[in-house]
Every structure is written in C-alpha cells, then in structure tokens.
Nanobody, 115 residues
C-alpha cells in the first residue's frame, strides 16, 4: 500500500491550495479516508474525514468553512481543497484511513502559509 500526497507549497495568508493523495494497493471507495497534519514537535492530528458509506464529512473547527475533502473513486484519489489559508495551517499534510493504519503513512506534502 502506498499513499502519495502532492499539491503542497508556499502561499500567502488568504491563498488557496489543493492537495491530492493517490492511493495504490487499496481501494478507497469503501474506506473512510482522512487528511491529517503534523507540525514540528507535534503528532499527526486529524483535519478532515470522508466516510465512504454516506459521503458524510467531518472537519476540525479551525478549518470548517475553509477546507473541503472530496474523493474520486475512479482515480483512487482523495483531495483537500484549502482556501483562506492561515499561518497556523502550516504543516505537513498526510492522508490515511480513519482510524489511520500505521503502515499507510506516505511522505506527506508541506504546506507553508506566510503572513
């Protein structure tokens, strides 16, 4: 199983980015998938979740209304559209199942938001 995250970069506050996570070795359509982020000295924390059974979503309070998680089953890829980015969104972003499988962590993609 491999998760390959991409789409990160450096943006100014208020900017937008779209992250992608291409999964191989597993089929995401029947899995609850999620985006996590990690800052230096902190563990990975859940940012957003997409349930496979009803496509319901969950977001942590700090990103509600700004981030949107979606998936493309045909491409076996999940996305995180991030708008109105804030400096506190700076982190490495990862995708995984929810709850996460320790063997599925990819390298992540760095998001840096400058003020």
């Amino acid at each position: 199983v491999q998760m390959v995250e991409s789409g990160g970069g450096m943006v100014q506050a208020g900017g937008s980015l779209r992250l992608s996570c291409a999964a191989s070795g597993l089929t995401i359509w029947y899995l609850t998938m999620a985006w996590y982020r990690q800052t230096p000295g902190q563990g990975r924390t859940l940012v957003a979740r997409l349930r496979w059974m009803d496509n319901s979503t969950f977001y942590i309070d700090s990103v509600k209304g700004r981030f949107t998680i979606t998936k493309d089953n045909a491409r076996n890829t999940i996305y995180l559209q991030m708008t109105s980015l804030k400096p506190e969104d700076t982190a490495i972003y990862y995708c995984n199942e929810d709850p996460p499988d320790g063997g599925y962590w990819g390298r992540g993609t760095q998001v840096t938001v400058s003020s």
